[in-house]
């Protein structure tokens, strides 16, 4: 059974900074391209920032290149989002995702196995 457990959301004032992290059991984690997804009240779940199978490439959505960095530990199966100059916009529940791909999915669509997300909130 795959499981993927997001942690590290929380309350933070604009210009701070969260780590999220997210583990993974019960898939083989080094085949998997790993996805951060996001969702705001009201809005469309929207993609943040995903990196490779092998962790050589990463992308990260326009809002929050320069602030947001992805990065994964093949020893514990774990993908990390850490975000810095956080903005009241970044607020919602952040999400991580599995992908079993060689490219690098920024689609809802493509990913096979999400988490339960972990709430957010920057305040102003």
């Known amino acids: 059974q795959v499981q993927l457990v997001e942690s590290g959301g929380g309350l933070v004032q604009a210009g701070g900074s969260l780590r999220l992290s997210c583990a993974a059991s019960g898939l083989t984690f080094a085949n998997y391209a790993m996805g951060w997804f996001r969702q705001a009240p009201g809005k469309e779940r929207e993609f943040v920032a995903v990196?490779?199978?092998?962790?050589?490439?990463?992308y990260g959505a326009d809002s929050v290149k320069g602030r947001f960095t992805i990065s994964r530990d093949y020893v514990k199966n774990s993908v990390y989002l850490q975000m810095s100059s956080l903005k009241p916009e970044d607020t919602a529940v952040y999400y991580c995702?599995?992908?079993?791909?060689?490219?690098?999915?920024?689609?809802?669509?493509?990913?096979?196995?999400w988490g339960q997300g972990t709430q957010v909130t920057v305040s102003s």
């Open positions: 995702a599995a992908d079993r791909t060689r490219g690098i999915p920024g689609s809802l669509r493509e990913y096979d196995y």
């Open positions: 990196i490779s199978w092998r962790g050589s490439s990463t």
